[in-house]
Every structure is written in structure tokens, then in C-alpha cells.
């Protein structure tokens, strides 16, 4: 039914048109390049998405991923509306090196009829960084520090949320492992920005091949959503 779009009439009851296509190439080394179309039309409206995307393995520990893509929407009034988005993202992995940084950019006008979408008008950055030592033969399997910075604004560069995640992390014999957290965020709800914060720890075994046990315990402050 169309009456879920506000796009469109909520009382056509004409059948949908719809439509997907999707093409993909490989070449050199694990590396992809694609184009990705849909299509949706009712009488009172329609919706297109446009999508070009491609992954680059640049070498044995660096990969490119990146897609750009469009939506083209014609409303009931008559009145069109188009929004354009794109995500990049770079990444290493290493036995020692781990890095991933990516971007989101999606337009406040961007509407997808065959798909769903968590928020539109966002500029999202992350940068995740973790290094960690592992000793040969030992108890010790690795260890060490993570970073995950996390920030979201939308389009008028108003800050929607935050986030700063470090851990330290410790891997024994017998999948047995400890996480120490620390976790500081800022999130704007109903107009209102909130300062949230939580300290905590986990630990994991599988020691015994027919027993696992996990524990964690974590302290601090959050938003409460649903007030009395």
C-alpha cells in the first residue's frame, strides 16, 4: 500500500510497479566494481535509487570500499525531490595493526521505497584504531589497546551525537578473554543534549571444551527514554 509514504496518495490502491537490477565485476585481486538500480512507481508517485560502488584491494592489508548513489522521487503534488549519499571507507587489517575509517553523507531528501533506511540527513565520521601485542607459546595470546571515535552531525553541521570507545583487551589460552571499558557519549534527544558515560568490564572462557561461562559488569550514566 502507498500509504506508507508521505510521498504518496494513501488511498491508491493501484498495483505497484517495481523493479531491482544489480551488476557486478571483479577484477585484479578481490576487487569489485557495480551498479545497483530500483524502481517503485504507483500513479500518484514513483521512486528511483541509483547506485555506483566499488572495492579496491590496494594490497595484502589495505582495502578501499566506496559507493555514491542517488534517489529521484516524484510526490503527489506533483513536486519532485531528489537526495544524493555516499559512504567511503578505508581499512587495514594485521596481526598487530588494526585501522577503519569511514564516512556517511545522506541527503535530508534521500527516500528509498524498495528499502529501508535507519536516518537520513547525516554527515557520519568514525575512526577505529587497536594494536595488539601477541606473544608466541605463552599463556598470553594478545594483548592490547582499542580507540573508536564516532561523531554525527546532519547537514546544517548541528552535532547529533558523539561517541569515545576505548578498551583494553586480553586473550588467554582456552578462548578465555578480558575487556576493560571506558565509554563517554553525547546524544541530542527531543531537542535536548545528553552527556552519557559508562565504566565496565567482561570476561569470556571456553577453557573446558564442553563448558563456556561469560560474565560483565558495567556502571555509569545513560538517557532514560521512557520516564514514568
Known amino acids: 500500500g502507498p500509504g506508507i509514504f508521505s510521498e504518496c496518495d494513501p488511498l491508491d490502491d493501484s498495483r505497484a510497479g517495481m523493479g531491482v537490477f544489480r551488476v557486478q565485476r571483479e577484477f585484479a585481486s578481490q576487487s569489485t566494481v557495480g551498479v545497483f538500480v530500483s524502481s517503485r512507481d504507483f500513479p500518484s508517485c514513483s521512486n528511483r535509487v541509483v547506485s555506483f560502488d ?62 529501508f533506511v535507519s536516518r537520513v540527513d547525516m554527515r557520519l565520521t568514525e575512526q577505529f584504531l587497536g594494536y595488539y601485542w601477541r606473544p608466541e607459546g605463552k599463556l598470553v595470546q594478545y594483548y592490547g589497546p582499542t580507540v573508536d571515535v564516532i561523531v554525527n552531525g546532519n547537514r546544517a553541521g548541528d552535532i547529533q551525537d558523539w561517541v569515545v570507545d576505548t578498551s583494553f583487551d586480553i586473550g588467554l589460552r582456552g578462548q578465555t578473554s578480558f575487556s576493560f571499558k571506558r565509554n563517554d557519549a553525547f546524544e541530542l534527544f527531543q531537542g535536548l543534549g545528553f552527556r552519557k558515560h559508562s ?30
Do not use: C, M
Open 54 to 115: 566499488t572495492r579496491i584491494k590496494l594490497n595484502a592489508n589495505w582495502v578501499f570500499s566506496g559507493q555514491l548513489y542517488r534517489s529521484f522521487t516524484r510526490r503527489q503534488d506533483g513536486s519532485h525531490r531528489t537526495g544524493p549519499g555516499a559512504f567511503l571507507e578505508l581499512a587495514h587489517r594485521g596481526r598487530h595493526f588494526t585501522y577503519n575509517g569511514r564516512f556517511q553523507d545522506r541527503s535530508p531528501d534521500f527516500r528509498t521505497h524498495l528499502g
Open 199 to 228: 565504566t565496565g568490564a567482561s570476561v569470556s572462557t571456553e577453557w573446558l571444551k564442553w563448558l563456556a561461562i561469560s560474565g560483565q559488569i558495567q556502571v555509569g550514566a545513560g538517557v532514560n527514554y521512557f520516564p514514568g
